[in-house]
């Protein structure tokens, strides 16, 4: 009788852990790319180059990757409120396209075409260029 | 090889867009929303690319998975490493044709538009009606279509089965500006 009780208690609560942990995992939250480690260190050239050489297999290696692009900004835009920062070489056609998070619009505007910048966000990888989201700006003096 | 034609084939389509014929966006929008009576899934992706040549009528879309955003992290995790697979399928391609093309003047017009749908590795005939429409410099395409999953090979767990519908509509909005 006691051994039964027992069961019952440690599959109640068995079931219970399995349940918050499933309510813990559905709800978990995207990655914070602000407080995330950067993977990988570029200028806009070396990852449109490195695209290039091997498309797939740099796909393979930075896609879901965040990435820090450091270099001179070709244009600074906006899309649907947000921003887009993109980083083109003058000796390619394709450039590294940063779509910024929302709450970076306000740094936008101290920011002015051609400047050094630099961007941490996700590679998802390359069409015409290279896409990047949920960027947000690292400019210590911005 | 796949360097060569890798480079190849991005040289023919850059050489291809510059003409003042084509009109071109990289900031597609495209979402897909599935309705099933346990939830309903949407997500988005504004990094679209598509070029339209107006001489030809032909249009090709690029899109990559990873773009595709999510309310729920877990929901676009599952998408990208179990469903669409996009470490291996990183792209969804569109390539087609807008029948009726040389009928847009400066009225809007019922762009009827025929082409193949690659996902997942799989390749689908489809027929997608939309509007299109000239403003200004922008040549806008947009619309909706219904996707069935299973044309693609995707494969759902039977445990998430009734969470994502057989069937999911697709929309798209392209604002496409002249390649200069």
């Known amino acids: 009788m006691k051994s039964s009780y027992l069961k019952i208690i440690i599959g109640s ?22 407080d995330s480690k950067v993977n990988y260190v570029f200028t806009p050239k070396k990852l449109v180059d490195e695209y290039l050489q091997n498309e797939m297999a740099t796909t393979k290696k930075y896609a879901d990757q965040i990435l820090q692009i450091e270099g001179d900004s070709y244009s600074i835009s906006t899309l649907k409120g947000n921003s887009i920062i993109t980083f083109k070489d003058a000796t390619s056609e394709s450039s590294v ?46 | ?43 988005e992706n504004n990094q679209g690319l598509s070029i339209i040549d107006t001489k030809t009528g032909e249009i090709i879309i690029q899109l990559l998975m990873r773009s595709f955003m999510f309310k729920k992290a877990l929901m676009q995790e599952h998408f990208n490493e179990n469903y669409i697979e996009s470490s291996t399928y990183p792209k969804a391609i569109f390539k087609g044709r807008i029948l009726n093309y040389d009928q847009l003047v400066n009225e809007d017009l019922v762009a009827e538009i025929e082409g193949v749908l690659f996902v997942h590795g799989k390749e689908k005939e489809i027929k997608i009606t939309g509007e299109m429409k000239r403003d200004s410099d922008e040549l806008i395409l947009s619309g909706d279509f219904m996707v069935e999953v299973a044309d693609f090979d995707i494969k759902i767990p039977t445990i998430v089965v009734n969470n994502i519908a057989k069937i999911v509509k697709v929309s798209f909005e392209f604002h496409h500006t002249p390649y200069k």
Not at chain 1, 16 to 23: C, D, L, S, V
Request: with cysteine.
């Open chain 2, 1 to 43: 090889m796949k360097t060569l034609f890798t480079l190849i084939l991005t040289l023919l389509i850059i050489s291809q867009v510059k003409s003042q014929d084509k009109f071109l966006t990289k900031t597609g929008f495209v979402s897909f929303f599935s309705h099933s009576l346990v939830e309903d899934i949407k997500a």
């Open chain 1, 97 to 142: 396209i940063c779509h910024l998070q929302p709450e970076e619009n306000n740094k936008i505007l101290k920011l002015k075409k051609g400047q050094y910048i630099t961007v941490k966000g996700i590679c998802t990888g390359y069409l015409l260029d290279v896409v990047m989201v949920e960027c947000v700006l690292i400019d210590p003096e911005i």
């Open chain 1, 13 to 34: 609560f068995l079931i219970i852990i399995a349940f918050i942990f499933g309510i813990n995992q559905y709800n978990k939250p995207h990655v914070d790319v602000r």
